[in-house]
């Protein structure tokens, strides 16, 4: 859904793509049905594995953000470029076990991503490329010093 969301929303800052440890090929048609309800467009969403995008010809990543609150255990790739990671956890919403309980907790979802995305966007992108910038440099091991 955040893929949906960042390139419904914020298209004008960033693209977005979303990756997982454990695809399926198939994108739950909850996250399908939420995001149209919300009037996104869904024709093009199709779940990838993450290793897709760890190959020389993927796009390079300035952030990376895990959303589910199971994956802030997992051990995540090494990606290429040094991006930014960050874990803003998320319920998985496939989890409960009623479908109407499901259907809310994919609404539910949809909010909490969509507010983070409209917090994010809305950061002068100047202090992103600066949090980007002393992350690259703490990765490689340098230091950096700041006039703010």
């Known amino acids: 859904m955040a893929e949906a969301i960042v390139n419904h929303f914020a298209k ?6 979303s990756a997982g440890s454990k695809a399926t090929g198939v994108v739950n048609p909850l996250a399908i049905a ?4 919300f009037g996104l467009a869904t024709a093009s969403l199709r779940s990838k594995s993450w290793n ?17 609150d199971s994956a802030a255990g997992e051990s995540c790739p090494t990606w290429p ?7 803003w956890g998320v319920a998985d919403p496939s989890l409960p ?5 499901r259907r809310k907790a994919f ?8 507010h983070r995305i409209d917090l994010l966007t809305a ?26």
């Open 52 to 68: 897709e995008f760890l190959s020389p010809n993927a796009p390079q990543m300035d952030f990376i953000f895990t959303l589910c």
């Open 97 to 101: 076990y009623k479908e109407e309980d």
């Open 34 to 37: 939420t995001l149209q309800h």
């Open 123 to 148: 950061l002068p992108f100047e202090k992103l490329e600066h949090l980007a910038l002393q992350h690259h440099i703490r990765e490689i091991g340098g230091q950096a010093s700041t006039s703010s």
């Open 81 to 87: 470029g040094l991006p930014m990671i960050a874990h």
């Open 107 to 114: 609404h539910d979802a949809f909010v909490i991503i969509k």
């Open 12 to 17: 004008d800052k960033f693209t977005a793509y």
